[in-house]
């Protein structure tokens, strides 16, 4: 099994989740990438594809937004695809939605298979850090997309 986990990360918080998930991810190789160092060759032979974003104005960052649109529906039509994002708590924020689930609209339309719901870590403020026991649980979410 090949997997790849694509992120952005303005303040380092969601790159310190992507990669607790890439970790935990067991049974293949794993590659952890900024969106940015991803194009076609990096897509090829993966049978695992998993989208993080920090959420910005209820959305993902505009590296993301720019990997979703450029990946094909030949690259991920009926791949196990995952998406998380990070965000903070505050009640505003919950008008606008979170990263996640867009991330997984955009794969979903491609024909990608979600394999779990959406996933939010939470950081604390804007910049940071994570929250108490994100990164752990951050794993265990990684841990629960390896093959049975
Ligand atoms: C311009 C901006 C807009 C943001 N908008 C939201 C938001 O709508 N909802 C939310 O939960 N967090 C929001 N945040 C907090 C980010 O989610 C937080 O900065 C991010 O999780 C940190 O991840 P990073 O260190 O990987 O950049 C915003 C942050 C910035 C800088």
Do not use: C
């Amino acid at each position: 099994m090949r997997a790849l986990v694509v992120y952005d990360s303005v303040y380092g918080n969601t790159e310190e989740i992507a990669k607790a998930i890439g970790g935990a991810i067991s049974g293949g190789e794993v590659r952890v990438l900024r969106a940015g160092e991803v194009g076609p060759p990096e897509l090829e032979n993966i049978s695992l594809l998993v989208v993080g974003a920090p959420t910005q104005g209820g959305r993902a960052t505009p590296a993301i937004k720019d990997f979703l649109e450029r990946v094909t529906k030949a690259e991920i039509n009926g791949l196990d695809v995952a998406a998380f994002d990070t965000r903070y708590s505050a009640k505003a924020a919950k008008i606008f939605g979170y990263a996640a689930g867009k991330i997984a609209s955009s794969l979903k339309k491609k024909g990608a298979h979600l394999i779990v719901d959406p996933e939010g870590f939470f950081v604390e403020g804007v910049q940071g850090p994570l929250k108490e026991g994100e990164l752990e649980r951050a794993a265990a979410w990684g841990k629960g997309l390896s093959p049975e």
